[in-house]
């Protein structure tokens, strides 16, 4: 019998150490190290090496055949749909509807004539039963409550699932591994597992992971490089809207969203994501702003809303929901010194409609806008559109997809629309300005 093998670990970012430790000097949290004891059993010890080395050109390739989930939204996000023997990992804060849209997603699968294996971890028979007649998913999935992960991939072998999906990695446990459900030793050796069961025999595994309060994905970095796809599930959950966005993935683009719209029967995707944004828009509304961006292969038209009013503290209040608080202290520098803009006895708040984040730099410009319109308190022509990138000398720069933008923008009837260079001239529907400094743009549209 092998003997024991005691190590501490850090919680937060795998470090390991041979004694405990206050503060990790890796990620320089305190408290973190928990002791861990393993053993390696002698089976697995002694197991032989089967893989043997084979040329390149002599490896069959599947072609890139995907299963297509049936939610279009979340096929997008995909590249397509799920690929074969791929590792998926879905993460988002709790109550977002994470359990919800993989539910869904694998009730689709289901009665579109895949066999799919549901392990929940977090909760019992009766209460995924309950959510799945709610949601009017009711046949064809294989349900398994289970935290042990030899159950899971026992129950894998038997029922021989196309997809496989495990509602939290965190609730899993290997019994060959001390350590509570959730630490770092027991997350790494469960993804091991799973991974090992998607490229062995070919099923597409999808996993639920946590986030912690700073927003990340709970458990060891090297969670994130074992899968295949990592998706993010953003969005307020005061808000009706749900983006899923791919921060990682092999087998398609990074920069690809689903948007989804919580209803009282789960996940509804949103085809045309303007025209809800921007349903609730008032016109001639100081402050306001319309930005094109461009989200993946798909343009989308959100409202960028600014408040300005007069400060009675030492410091000025500056705060942001849906934009970087780091832009926007940017932006207000530029309007003061090359616009002549002043906000320094002011307080300024800034939101995007529909709990919508914006991190791209196309959001400069009409941010720029709308914060002058606020302190001047003068609306912008009604339907102005604008994108582009502002830089400090109160330049404004291109930014890419400029055809795409405009025309979202022509599709909803909006205009004029403000950049940096004029587009193409098929638009007649919609009038362009060229504008090449951020002062420029205010004395065009104030």
Known sequence: MAKPRTEWRCQQCGCAAPRWLGRCPEC???????????????ALRDAPRRAVP????????????????????????????????????????????????????????????????YVSGEESAAQVKLRADRLGVCSGIYLLPETDITAVTEA????????????????????ALEGVAGSVGQVRACAAQLMRLAKNDGISVLLVGHVTKEGTIAGPRVLEHTVDTVLSFEGDREHMFRIVRATKNRFGSVSEIGVFEMTGNGLAGVADPSGVLLSDRREESPGTCVLATVEGTRPMLVELQALVSPS?????RRLSVGIDTARVLQL?????????????????????????????????LPLALALASARTDRPLPSGAVAFGEVGLSGEVRAVAHTQARVSEAARMGLGPVVTALQPARSHDAVQCREVRSVSEAIHELL
């Open 332 to 364: 207000l520098a530029v309007l003061e010194r090359r616009a002549g803009v002043a906000f320094g006895q002011f307080d300024v708040y800034v939101s995007v409609a529909g709990g919508v984040r914006i991190t791209e730099p196309a959001v400069d």
């Open 312 to 316: 009675y503290l030492p410091a000025p």
């Open 28 to 42: 320089g949290e305190f408290g973190t190290f928990v002791e861990e004891i393993r053993t390696a059993p002698e």
């Open 54 to 117: 084979v040329p390149l050109a002599e490896v069959e390739a599947s072609g890139g055949a995907r299963l297509r989930t049936g939610v279009t939204e979340f096929d997008r996000v995909l590249g397509g749909g799920l690929v074969r023997g791929s590792l998926v990992l879905l993460a988002g804060e709790p109550g977002i509807g994470k359990s919800t849209l993989l539910l869904q997603t694998a009730g689709s699968l289901a009665d579109g004539g895949s066999r799919v294996l």
């Open 156 to 175: 894998a072998a038997s029922v021989h699932p196309d997809v496989c999906v495990v509602d939290s990695i965190q609730t899993m446990v290997d019994p």
